[in-house]
């Protein structure tokens, strides 16, 4: 039987911060790193430390803060990144290292040169080096959405005899469907030897607006570990965002697969990793967008008036938003203005409420949104012909 724990790997200051214009100094990585652990991820991948001393320095001091969580550094298999790395997390409490090299025939051919029976002697190599420094080694089949399934469990089967204990298999280019990614997780679990000594881990890119389902897939088909990202930042369309997977584990219990994650520093994360990178989110964006939790037309916000489940499948407050929002536009109805007038102190009588709702349909036409001082100035009118009671 399978623990039913799994793992949230977050790699936000690693494949997220490389992204152009997401670039972060020490400072603002410290604080990121010290929100990420108060938020429960189990993994936080902290930089690639051979890639610069500005990255090094920031593993270095990360690795010096965070109490709870591992904190990981990436390498290529290369023998330098992996002692520039293990020197980098020398401070950590919990040190990771994750190592890897392209398992693809496109990588083993146009970016290495090399053949299938030389990339698994390098990795076998990179594994036992990075493990002659610490007990937790990573390894990571680069492009393993694409790298033939047979070949990939002999890649495995060889990296855990050598000591991985966790196997990420990144769909790096976000092409797998998540049949095919899931029956993937299926084949390793199923073909490799030894695989009960290591985590499967999933790491997903969106190029096709998959990541999420993709991830799921996996952990459904035995993957212990997701690789994500607050908001799902990352190289070109992103990685799997953390908000939705944690979020879709919770609200789909029969799954019986649980995250340490507390849901609700959520949108106050979310907030932080926007605002330091200068990255904003898209307004629907699932979980932490501003429209996430917002209903704009009548029948929806009559609905959610009197009950928030006709339209909401989960409790903002459980993602750390205090509450649904109604927002009045030209298709919002008499139920959403009465209730919004009640939130800013009236009391309208049904009559009170159809002048009301004839006024506010013609402000709705110009404006994109009526907000609360165009209530304001709708019920003054209404008050000097009829006394408005206060809510
Ligand atoms: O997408 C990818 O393959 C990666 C690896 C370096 C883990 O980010
Ligand atoms: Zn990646």
Redesign the pocket.
């Known amino acids: 039987m399978q623990d039913n724990k799994v793992q949230i790997f977050d790699t936000t200051l690693r494949?997220g911060e490389q992204v152009p214009g997401c670039k972060l100094d020490t400072t603002q990585k410290l604080i990121i790193a010290e929100r990420l652990d108060l938020l429960g991820v189990n993994v936080i991948e902290a930089g690639f430390p051979v890639s610069s001393p500005g990255d090094f320095n920031s593993v270095t001091q990360i690795s010096k803060i965070v109490k709870n969580a591992s904190v990981c550094g990436?390498t290529r298999a290369v023998e330098n990144d992996i002692k520039v790395a293990a020197e980098a997390l020398k401070f950590a409490k919990h040190p990771r290292i994750?190592t890897?090299i392209g398992t693809s025939d496109s990588h083993i051919q146009f970016k290495f040169n090399s053949t299938r029976e030389k990339v698994i002697e390098r990795a076998v190599k990179a594994v036992a080096y990075a493990k002659s420094f610490v007990e937790d080694v990573e390894f990571?089949a680069?492009?393993a959405g694409r790298t033939d399934n047979e070949y990939l469990a002999r890649v495995c089967e060889a990296v855990i005899k050598a000591g991985a204990t966790v196997l990420?298999i990144?769909d790096?280019t976000g092409y797998c469907l998540p049949e095919e990614y899931g029956a993937k997780i299926k084949y390793l679990r199923e073909n490799v030897k030894g695989i009960e000594k290591a985590t499967l881990s999933c790491?997903c890119?969106n190029d096709l607006g998959m990541a999420t389902a993709n991830s799921i897939a996996g952990v459904i088909n035995g993957a212990r570990q997701i690789e994500c990202t607050i908001n799902g930042i990352g190289?070109r369309a992103g990685n799997t965002a953390l908000e939705e997977v944690v979020m879709v584990l919770k609200q789909h219990p029969y799954l019986n697969l649980e995250t340490s994650i507390n849901t609700k520093l959520l949108y106050d994360t979310s907030i932080l990793v926007r605002e330091s990178m200068g990255m904003p989110v898209q307004p629907n964006k699932a979980i932490v967008g501003a429209n996430a939790f917002a209903h704009s037309s009548g029948i929806h916000q009559d609905g959610v008036i009197k009950n928030r489940e006709t339209y909401e499948i989960m409790d903002p407050e459980d993602v750390g938003v205090t509450e649904s929002a109604i927002v009045l536009t030209a298709r919002s109805g008499r139920a959403a203005l009465a209730y919004r007038a009640k939130k800013i102190g009236y009391e309208l009588t049904k009559v009170q409420l159809d002048i009301a709702y004839e006024a506010f349909l013609n402000v709705a036409d110009k404006q994109k949104e009526v907000k609360d001082n165009d209530i304001h100035a709708i019920i003054k009118e209404i008050s000097k012909t009829s006394e408005v009671a206060k809510a």
Do not use: W
Request: aromatic share 8%.
């Open positions: 494949d990436l994750h890897g990571y680069e492009d990420n990144p790096t790491h890119h190289e």
